[in-house]
């Protein structure tokens, strides 16, 4: 069963989705130059070798895509329960690897709610780090025209309080956001959370 982006499970699809490509991608040239040595009677200077060759340039970037999603690890499965148990109606996002030049950040959870967009994280190395993210985050969601205040949390309990708080001001947060929305024409039945959420998502590995 397909897991998309920003589902609990995307990442242990992911790491079994391209391990399964990236085998296909490598299988694909090596029966290209069994076939050649067949045909040629096993000498290797033929057409069939150069395009096996070739063809091991997309397997070489999927292996890499592949040790990536490899090195993530989803969210203890209790502190997903704790976070599903405050989430209450808020637009929610999971298991995203936000990915940048520098300082990269698994994001666990994520609430959007009008202009506020709070996330959890327990990967991250420093506060620098958690800074740095949320810089670049209200930058890029700034640059498409959604105007938010990104805060990430480190400390679960911290951010299971600040889901209660968003839930209790949800109507008024929203509504507060919406006043100067303009629907997207490209996704014209996704409300301004959805396409903040969709915006964040493009981030993510």
Known sequence: MKVKKGERGYIRYEQKKRFLVTLGLFALPMILFIIGLVVTDGNKANIFTVIAMVGCLPACRSTVSFIMMMLQKPS?????E???SHAGDLLMSYEMYITKETNSLMVEAAAFC??????FTSRAKSAEQINECEAYLAKILRANGYRCHVKI?????AYLERLD???RNRLDLEKSANEKFTPDERYPLLSRDELVKHTMLTLAL
Request: proline share 0%.
């Open 82 to 84: 704790d976070i599903c």
């Open 153 to 157: 949390f480190d400390r679960e309990k």
């Open 114 to 119: 009008g202009e506020e967009v709070a996330c």
């Open 165 to 167: 708080s968003l839930n």
């Open 76 to 80: 203890e499965t209790k502190t997903y």
